[in-house]
Each structure stands twice: as C-alpha cells, then as structure tokens.
Antibody, heavy 120, light 113 residues
C-alpha cells in the first residue's frame, strides 16, 4: 500500500520561498502523476500542479509564475517550491498521487499535510 | 476553470437517516468518448487529509462502506449516505478531473442532529 510522507518549511516571511518534499513509500514514482494541493480557510482546496515520472509538469495558471515541482527518482521523492510567498499562501499543503499514465484522475493517497504559515 | 458548487454548506442528520449532498459543475464533466463522468468525492475529518470515497461519479473506492453512494451525470451529482453513522461526521468535497486545472467544491459539513 502506497504511503506519502511530506515535510518542509513551516514558517516563512513574506517574499521567501516555500519548500516542501514528499516521499513515496511502498511504491514507485514510475507510471503515475504526482500532485501538490493546498487547503486554506479562504479558498478551500486548490490544486497547485503535478509532475509525472518523466518530469513533465502541469501547473495551475493561478500559480504558474511562482511554482516549480520537481522529481528525485533516486530518492523516490518529489518537491514543491513556491516563490515570493505572501500571507495569502498560508495554508495546509498536501502531496497526493494522481493517475497511472493519465493526467486527469482522482487523488489517492494523500500525504498527511503540512501547515505553512507566512507571517512577518 | 470549471466551478464546482456544493449544497448545502452544512447538513445535520439523525443517526440512521439518509444524508444527501449535491454538487453542480459549471460545465459538463461527462466525456462523450467513454461515457464517464470525471467526478470524485472525498471525506475529510479534522486534522486528516481528504480520503477518496467515490470516483467516476459512482464507483466506490475499495474498502468504503456501501452506505456511501454517488450518482449523477453531466453537471449534477449527488453523494448519498444511506444510513448515517457517528463516524461519518466530516466535511465532504466533490472534485472534477475533467479538465485542468482540477477544481473542488467548497465542502459540505455533515453533522449529527
């Protein structure tokens, strides 16, 4: 059974870079799409973007200019960087697995979530 | 972007009674080539990530109790809990994966009356 474990920076100041990593246990990065999703009281669940096993990415246009998702196949991990954060980026961030070979799919499983707070 | 609108925002139902949550998409999420509706439903309890319940609008994920069912097509979808149990108290979300970006409903909080 695949499990996702995530970690990263939890407290940031405005203009800094958010950095999170998600490790995949019990399975391989191969053949699947891997996503980052965030949840804030104001905007609910918001899909940030995804990467597939070959490193091809697709981002939400609302965040595209500030996001990079990358892959480390040797460590079976993928990562999120969100640049120039503001208080509006305060949220719980989740990693999640998407579809096998297909981009449009439900998400399962999810990581445990990381609360990231942006405050001066 | 496809907007997913859930109703109601909150719902209180007696134990053993039926709970019905609705989700409406701003455009059809039925893909004509395979006749599948690209909608999923999730359950989220406090301090936990969302848990997949239903995909393809009506296919129950393995291990999900059969009191949970999904229905609908095109733009209108429903999640039904046929006989509410105490452990079903949670927030429920619909999700469309028909087109990018993926989008979610705002959530429906289900409580015990």
């Amino acid at each position: 059974q695949v499990q996702l474990q995530q970690w990263g920076t939890r407290l940031l100041k405005p203009s800094e870079t958010l950095s999170l990593t998600c490790a995949v246990f019990g399975g391989s990065l191969s053949d699947y799409y891997w996503s980052w999703i965030r949840q804030s009281p104001g905007k609910g669940l918001e899909w940030i973007g995804e990467i597939n096993h070959s490193g091809s990415t697709n981002y939400n246009p609302s965040l595209k200019t500030r996001v990079t998702i990358s892959l480390d196949t040797s460590r079976n991990q993928f990562s999120l960087k969100l640049y120039s954060v503001t208080a509006a980026d305060t949220a719980v961030y989740f990693c999640a697995r998407g579809g096998m070979w297909i981009q449009l799919n439900w998400f399962d499983p999810w990581g445990q979530g990381t609360l990231v707070t942006v405050s001066s | 972007d496809i907007v997913m609108t859930q109703s109601p925002d909150s719902l209180a139902v007696s134990l053993g009674e039926r709970a019905t949550i609705n989700c409406k998409s701003s455009q059809s999420v039925l893909y004509s080539s395979n006749n599948k509706n690209y909608v999923a439903w999730y359950q989220q309890k406090p301090g936990q990530p969302p848990k997949l319940l239903i995909y393809w609008a009506s296919t129950r994920e393995s291990g999900v109790p059969d009191r949970f069912s999904g229905s609908g097509s095109g733009t209108d979808f429903t999640l039904t809990v046929s006989s509410l149990q105490a452990e079903d108290v949670a927030v429920y979300y619909c999700h469309q994966y028909y087109s990018s970006p993926n989008t979610f409903g705002q959530g429906t909080k289900l409580e015990i009356k």
